[in-house]
Antibody, heavy 117, light 106 residues
Framework: EVQLVESGGGLIQPGGSLRLSCAASGFTVSSNYMSWVRQAPGKGLEYVSVIYSGGSTYYADSVKGRFTISRDNSKNTLYLQMNSLRAEDTAVYYC???????????WGQGILVTVSS | DIQMTQSPSTLSASVGDRVTITCRASQSIGSWLAWYQQKPGKAPKLLIYKASSLDSGVPSRFSGSGSGTEFTLTISSLQPDDFATYYCQQYNSYWTFGQGTKVEIK
């Protein structure tokens, strides 16, 4: 059974850093495209970043230069390092697998990141 | 970047109604479109991929159609469990979501 479990969220001050983790089971992270999708309170869904199976990465313009996606193959875990956080980064962050059809087929439960002083 | 525009933003309907949501792409995306359902406090759930293919376990009252730049999600007979927000998402060039359509009780 495919499972994705996020951790590492919380309250952080503007300008601070936070690292989100997503522990995967039931499949191999490195063999799939993996993504982070976020949802600000009361708003829609926004792709934040994608890591391809080959290791290349994609970032939304809103986070380029501040966020870094990575994975640890030995731990079968996906990460999102978030630096220079802003109030507008406040959102629930979902870890999501992009399946062989190039659409998201599995989602984590989501984790809240709140950027506020 | 490809922009996705859904209409309407909110839809009021009753149990048993036929409901149609439209999604338009700013350029042709072929059939590379998925639909998701999201309920409050929950992660989105995949309903349809490749514009018209029903994901496993999704009730047959859901259907998708379209290609190119115009797509529709239809619920043939709205059930109480279907009141939720629906998102389209293109995956022809990177990935972009529509802004969502909330289906609420009339």
């Amino acid at each position: 059974e495919v499972q994705l479990v996020e951790s590492g969220g919380g309250l952080i001050q503007p300008g601070g850093s936070l690292r989100l983790s997503c522990a995967a089971s039931g499949f191999t992270v490195s063999s799939n495209y993996m993504s982070w999708v976020r949802q600000a309170p009361g708003k829609g869904l926004e792709y934040v970043s994608v890591i391809y199976s080959g290791g290349s990465t994609y970032y939304a313009d809103s986070v380029k230069g501040r966020f870094t996606i990575s994975r640890d193959n030995s731990k079968n875990t996906l990460y999102l390092q978030m630096n220079s956080l802003r109030a507008e980064d406040t959102a629930v962050y979902y870890c999501a697998r992009i399946g062989s059809g190039w659409y998201v087929d599995y989602w984590g439960q989501g984790i809240l990141v709140t950027v506020s002083s | 970047d490809i922009q996705m525009t859904q209409s309407p933003s909110t839809l009021s309907a009753s149990v048993g109604d036929r409901v149609t949501i439209t999604c338009r792409a700013s350029q042709s995306i072929g059939s590379w479109l998925a639909w998701y359902q999201q309920k409050p406090g929950k992660a989105p759930k995949l309903l349809i991929y490749k514009a018209s293919s029903l994901d496993s376990g999704v009730p047959s009252r859901f259907s998708g159609s379209g290609s190119g730049t115009e797509f529709t999600l239809t619920i043939s007979s709205l059930q109480p469990d279907d009141f939720a927000t629906y998102y389209c998402q293109q995956y022809n060039s990177y990935w972009t979501f529509g802004q969502g359509t909330k289906v609420e009780i009339k």
